[in-house]
């Protein structure tokens, strides 16, 4: 079994051709996609964040490692995504105000959709009002909020206020997510639900769609 050290080692580096060449071993020796992403790429995130905490790196090397891992993440899309017929639902998601990181929030992208929800994805710095005029255009079931700074969590509960404001906070599901984010903020907040990766996201959504 893969330990996944060279590929991790090469997101860490921002070494994009290495990576992408090991992304491509591991699926070519059928690795399994799930451990590729949580093993091999996120865990080398976290490093990089790390020695981005301590100083060690800066922004651009955690730039270079960021895309690095898209481009890996760009070989695993369509093993995440099982054809379904019909929609599970809508699904209106965003990076909120303020908050440039979307990596994670790609992923809950792909895993929703490959597990046959219609995604619309509002990118990143995506503001309240964004949000709630994108609601009353497509009626999603689920409005979707991935933060990944503390400093922009804040934006959940403006976007939760600017729906009730526009009278459709009762029509619509609303889900967070992202790394500093908790179940108890999702409490406090009032949204309907918390997950804490990607793969929960799909079995949150279903829940809270009353889909088994
Ligand atoms: Co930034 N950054 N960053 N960064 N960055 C963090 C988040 C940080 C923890 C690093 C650190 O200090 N250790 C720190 C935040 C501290 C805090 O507030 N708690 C930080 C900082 C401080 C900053 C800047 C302020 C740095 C600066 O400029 N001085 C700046 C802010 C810019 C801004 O947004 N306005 C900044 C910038 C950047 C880059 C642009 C360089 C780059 C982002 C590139 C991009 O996204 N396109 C970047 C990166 C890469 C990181 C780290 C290293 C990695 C983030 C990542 O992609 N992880 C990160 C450290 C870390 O997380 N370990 C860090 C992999 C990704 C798959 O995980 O996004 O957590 P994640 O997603 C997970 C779950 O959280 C969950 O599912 C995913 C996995 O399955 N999830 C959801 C996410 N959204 C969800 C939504 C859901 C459900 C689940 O439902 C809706």
């Known amino acids: 079994m893969s330990d996944f050290k060279v590929l991790s080692e090469a997101v ?3 070494d994009i051709s290495t990576a992408v060449a090991e992304t491509q071993k591991e699926i070519d020796a059928g690795s399994d996609v799930q451990s590729i992403i949580d093993d091999g790429l996120i865990s080398a995130m976290d490093v990089v964040g790390e020695r981005f905490s301590k100083g060690i790196i800066f922004v651009p090397q955690m ?8 481009e890996c993440v760009k070989l695993l899309k369509p093993l995440l ?10 699904v ?10 979307d990596i994670g929030k790609n992923l809950v992208s792909m895993m929703m959709e490959g597990a046959g ?14 949000f709630v005029q994108k609601a ?7 409005v979707a909020m991935s933060a990944l700074l503390s ?7 403006q976007t939760i206020e600017a729906l009730k404001k526009a009278g459709i906070r009762d029509k619509v599901q609303v889900m967070i997510g992202g790394a500093p984010v908790t179940e108890n903020y999702a409490r406090e907040i ?6 804490s990766d990607a793969g929960s996201a799909v079995l949150k959504a279903k829940k809270l769609l009353g889909i088994s």
Do not use: C, W
């Open 81 to 90: 995504q099982e054809t379904e017929v019909t929609t599970k639902g809508k």
């Open 117 to 130: 929800f219609t995604i619309t994805d509002l990118g990143v710095d995506v503001s309240p009002e964004k």
């Open 12 to 14: 860490i580096k921002g």
């Open 151 to 157: 400093t922009t969590m804040p934006s959940m509960p």
């Open 190 to 195: 009032n949204a309907d639900a918390y997950a």
């Open 92 to 101: 209106l998601l965003g990076t909120v105000k303020g908050d440039l990181h």
């Open 63 to 70: 730039l270079r490692s960021a895309k690095t891992m898209q």
């Open 136 to 142: 009353q255009e497509i009626e999603p079931d689920i």
